[in-house]
């Protein structure tokens, strides 16, 4: 199983960035995909995530009505669109696969799968 993030770089306040998460070496229909992210000298944080079968989504508070998640099953990819984007929205994103055997899902060890990150750096 492989999680391949990408999409991040150095953008100014105010301004958006798209992440992608390609997933392969298994179905993922019956898993959640989630996005994580680490700033420097913090613990992982949950972003939000979305279930693979009907695209229902969950966010984190510090993000809900900024970010957007969303899937494109053929392409087995998923989204973070971030808009609005702030200088504490600067860490390293990951993407994550957990089994869809509850809701939600927003702790690091309930996932089972790992991408490598993407960092994403906020100007002000």
């Known amino acids: 199983v492989q999680l391949q993030a990408s999409g991040g770089g150095l953008v100014q306040a105010g301004t958006s960035l798209r992440l992608s998460c390609v997933a392969s070496?298994?179905?993922?229909?019956?898993?959640?995909m989630g996005w994580f992210r680490q700033a420097p000298g913090k613990e992982r944080e949950f972003v939000g995530h979305?279930?693979?079968?009907?695209?229902?989504?969950y966010y984190a508070s510090a993000v809900k009505g900024r970010f957007t998640i969303s899937r494109d099953n053929p392409k087995n990819t998923v989204y973070l669109q971030m808009n609005s984007l702030r200088p504490e929205d600067t860490a390293v994103y990951y993407c994550?696969?957990?089994?869809?055997?509850?809701?939600?899902?927003?702790?690091?060890?309930?996932?089972?799968?790992w991408g490598q990150g993407t960092l994403v750096t906020v100007s002000s």
């Open positions: 070496g298994r179905t993922f229909s019956r898993y959640i």
């Open positions: 994550a696969a957990a089994q869809h055997d509850s809701w939600p899902k927003v702790r690091t060890y309930e996932y089972d799968y």
């Open positions: 979305i279930a693979w079968s009907d695209g229902s989504t």
